[in-house]
C-alpha cells in the first residue's frame, strides 16, 4: 500500500517544496497536475526541498483528466473545507493505494469536480470564523501521518540512533 500526494496546479513553489520534503520522509509519491504557477527548476523550490528533491517519486500530469486515466480504479481522496466527512474518521489501513488530492492554494479544488465526488472529499477540522484555511504543505502532512498512523507506519523508522543522539 502506497499514499500518494496529488497537488492540482499548484501555484506556491515553497509550499511545493515542503511538501517535496514529506514525501521523501514518509515514502509517499508526488503527482503534479498542470499547470504549474512556477517552474520546478525553481530556486525556491529546491530550497524548501532542500536535498531531497531528488529523493522524491515525482509524475507529472498534463491536467486533470490526464491524472484520472492513470488513477484509474485506485482510491481517490479528496482534500477541501467544504466536506463533510473529517478525514481522522476515514480507513487507510486496507492495503490499498490512496491518493491524496489538494487544490490550489488560492482556489482548491475545482467546484464542479468537487460535486460530481463528493462521498471522497475529507476535511481537517478548524475555526472557519479565524481562518480562510489551513497552509497547504500542512495540510498535506496532517493528512499523510494519519493514513500513516493507521497503517502503522510502514517501512518508517520508529526509532533512530544518531552518532551525536542530543538524548543519550
Known amino acids: 500500500m502506497t ?3 496529488v497537488l492540482f496546479e499548484p501555484q506556491i513553489p515553497a509550499n511545493t517544496g515542503n511538501i517535496a520534503r514529506t514525501c521523501a520522509a514518509t515514502n509517499s509519491p508526488l503527482h503534479l497536475i ?4 512556477f517552474s520546478t527548476d525553481d530556486k525556491h523550490l529546491k530550497r524548501a526541498g532542500l ?3 531528488h529523493d522524491v517519486n515525482i509524475t507529472y500530469h498534463k491536467d486533470l483528466e490526464a491524472f484520472l486515466q492513470f488513477l484509474g480504479d485506485n482510491k481517490l481522496h479528496l482534500i477541501t473545507k467544504f466536506a463533510n466527512q473529517v478525514y481522522s474518521e476515514e480507513t487507510f489501513k486496507d492495503n490499498e493505494e490512496h491518493y491524496f488530492m489538494f487544490g490550489k492554494e488560492t482556489t482548491g479544488l475545482p467546484e464542479a469536480f468537487m460535486r460530481e465526488n463528493e462521498e471522497k472529499c475529507l476535511r481537517i477540522p478548524m475555526n472557519d470564523e479565524h481562518v480562510r484555511s489551513l497552509n497547504l504543505s500542512n495540510t498535506v502532512a496532517l493528512v499523510v501521518y494519519e493514513a500513516l ?3 502503522a507506519f510502514p517501512n518508517l523508522e520508529l526509532q533512530h540512533h544518531y552518532s551525536h543522539d542530543k538524548l543519550d
Open 3 to 5: 499514499n500518494h500526494i
Open 149 to 151: 498512523r493507521q497503517q
Open 34 to 37: 498542470e499547470p504549474l504557477g
Open 51 to 53: 536535498d531531497y528533491w
